[in-house]
């Protein structure tokens, strides 16, 4: 979830695991409709057996690219005392020509979540 204005910009995916040391992770991601900001502070049950929301990580971010396609911003967040940087990429995956039926458009979202370095407090 991110804030833009009065409301949280919003994509469900796959439980992460961000207390990796891996260099990168990529997954499948669902644009959602925006959400209120008090939904910013809640974890727990989602009504109506639709699942649960858990918050990974809470900071700040820095907007590089809004187009109808992507979504991609730099992140910033105290991690174990150190402040840490990650750049994320939401972009709609255009599925190979062999996995449409028909003349049907469907479209996936990806998510990239790219960790940088611990900066120096």
Partial sequence: ??????????????????DSERTEIE????????????YLDYEGEISRGRGNVARRLAGTYCLINDQSDSFQVTLRWLQQG???????????NRL???????????E????????GRYETN
């Fill in 96 to 106: 190979p020509e062999e996995e449409l039926w028909f003349d049907d458009k469907r």
């Fill in 108 to 115: 996936s979202w990806r998510l990239r979540f790219s960790p």
């Fill in 27 to 38: 997954t499948d991601c669902q644009p959602l409709s925006g959400h209120r900001l008090d």
């Fill in 1 to 18: 979830m991110f804030q833009w204005g009065d409301q949280l910009r919003t994509w469900a995916t796959p439980p992460i695991d961000l």
């Fill in 82 to 92: 150190r402040t840490r940087t990650a750049t994320v990429a939401i972009y709609r």
